[in-house]
């Protein structure tokens, strides 16, 4: 099997007691590398402590996430800009939009977003997108940019399949799955049916989204096995040409070796 965890937040606290094991875990479950997102100001230190730890295996992203856009956005900025000029970053992210959880900077975030699409382009790097119940606001920003000069990933992807057609028709854009493709309540399943697996690529999300059967209990790279089974499941193939495919998308898309 051979997977890559596009989108894990492994340096978070809840991993600080094993890591080692996690790391292990994964190897042994195939996963070949795992893509760290940043948060913000706050999380730099851990991410490129990890990475340091497992170079060429830990590769880092650098962005400032949508829910820690507040007050204090443009100096977190100018902070994570200046770290994208000191190191090496595979992409730009996690950035993006959130109105799920509080719409109080809701235009801060869209400068925020647009602002970080354009290093994408300076930069040359795909974008890790957060688009919680933002999907159309999102590729709203995109267009505004200039969509033609962009890719990346829509993380986290569960939207319907009115929002999937509209990621896909931006041409360079693919979808991230994760553990939410095996929840009983999620219509996902049905959705990804109307796209193929060439516009998929796997991550988890850790420490979040756990997928079934580990449902609620701390998310971690070996589990992108269950969301390869899954995808396995709705595509009618096995679960070894998932892996392939999927890791291939991902390499072509973060320019991975």
């Not at 900077?105 to 688009?131: D, G």
């Not at 986290?156 to 009983?184: C, P, Q, R, Y």
């Not at 580990?214 to 193939?237: C, F, H």
């Amino acid at each position: 099997m051979r997977i890559i965890d596009t989108h894990s937040h492994i340096y978070a606290e809840e991993f600080d007691d094993d890591i080692d094991d996690v790391i292990l875990r994964a190897k042994e479950a195939g996963v070949e590398k795992v893509l760290l997102p940043n948060v913000d100001v706050s999380s730099l230190n851990g991410l490129d402590a990890i990475c340091k730890r497992y170079p060429d295996y830990c590769i880092p992203m650098m962005g400032l996430h949508p829910t820690s856009v507040g007050d204090d956005w443009q100096s977190q900025l100018d902070i994570i800009k200046n770290q994208l000029s000191q190191q090496t970053y595979i992409a730009i992210g996690e950035i993006g939009i959130d109105l799920y959880w509080d719409k109080t900077y809701e235009k801060e975030q869209k400068t925020v977003f647009e602002e970080q699409l354009r290093w994408s382009i300076e930069y040359n790097l795909p974008v890790a997108i957060h688009s919680r119940d933002a999907i159309q606001d999102c590729i709203s920003c995109i267009k505004n940019v200039g969509a033609k000069n962009l890719r990346g990933v829509f993380h986290s992807f569960g939207g319907i399949k009115d929002e999937l057609n509209a990621i896909l028709s931006l041409k360079n854009f693919m979808l991230g799955i994760n553990g939410v493709v095996t929840f009983k309540n999620s219509t996902l399943s049905e959705v990804l049916k109307y796209t193929d697996i060439s516009n998929i690529i796997i991550e988890t999300d850790a420490p979040y989204l756990a997928p079934v059967p580990y449902r609620g209990k701390r998310n971690e790279p070996s589990y992108t096995l269950k969301v390869v089974e899954k995808l396995a499941e709705i595509y009618n193939t096995d679960s070894e040409k998932i892996g392939e495919i999927t890791t291939e998308n991902a390499k072509k898309l973060f320019r991975i070796g």
